[in-house]
């Protein structure tokens, strides 16, 4: 499975620099950087450290939906609360799910928000699912290159695996069925049903391929039933 890791808005050139060094250390190749310009500043070339072809072929986005645009499965990263979320996965639970998902989606993206603040709560409903680092108390965060090396190496098992042919059918299931379940609150007229939103979107991500399909054909039921 493609991985790619997804930096928004870093502010530190070290940061970006120790980030790619984690990934070219770990097999990722794929470096995404979203508004911001700093992994062109010496600073972060110096420490990358053997590192700079990642810095060198990381592609730059005006926003994170941008840089998501070709991804079928994004997993963001958060230091907030795990209990305000249904589905959040620690990294060790991110291994099997990719697993899975690396059977029917063609890649993935890891994304990882700014150094003070994080990502905002517009980012975090692009993702599919969320993860984080579990910390003691007395050390709430990691910095960016810390956390991206955690991340790359308890994924490096993924990137060792010889790619599988994914069909554009496959590709798109989940993104098609998310959309196909807002049409149906809309034609229901229960969109304004925040809480069943909510549900929805945090659920879709978990799912396994067989249960996406399933899941296609009742809603295409339930549309066949709403026309008749």
């Not at 079928?72 to 907030?80: D, G, Q």
């Not at 959040?88 to 700014?114: C, D, H, I, M």
């Amino acid at each position: 499975m493609q991985l790619a890791i997804v930096l928004v808005s870093p502010a530190r050139a070290e940061n970006v620099g120790a980030a790619a060094r984690a990934m070219k250390t770990m097999g990722f190749t794929d470096l995404r950087i979203v508004d911001s310009e700093v992994h062109l500043q010496e600073a972060a070339r110096r420490v990358a450290h053997g590192s700079g072809d990642i810095l060198d072929n990381a592609k730059h986005y005006a926003t994170l939906a941008d840089a998501l645009a070709d991804i079928p499965f994004t997993i963001a990263t958060t230091a907030r609360s795990r209990a305000k979320f249904h589905y959040y996965a620690t990294p060790e639970q991110l291994v099997p799910l990719l697993e899975e998902k690396s059977t029917w989606l063609s890649g993935a993206a890891l994304v990882f928000g700014r150094e003070d603040s994080g990502l905002t709560n517009d980012e975090l409903a692009l993702a599919d699912i969320l993860t984080g680092v579990p910390m003691a108390a007395d050390y709430p965060s990691l910095n960016l290159g810390q956390a991206v090396m955690v991340f790359c190496y308890q994924l490096s098992a993924l990137m060792q695996r010889a790619p599988q042919t994914i069909s554009q059918v496959d590709n798109n299931q989940l993104n098609a069925l998310r959309l196909r379940a807002h049409n149906l609150l809309k034609k229901l007229d229960v969109v304004d049903d925040m809480k069943m939103v909510d549900w929805l979107d945090q659920r879709l991500g978990l799912l396994e391929q067989r249960d996406t399909a399933m899941l296609h054909r009742l809603l295409h039921d339930i549309e066949k039933k709403l026309i008749e």
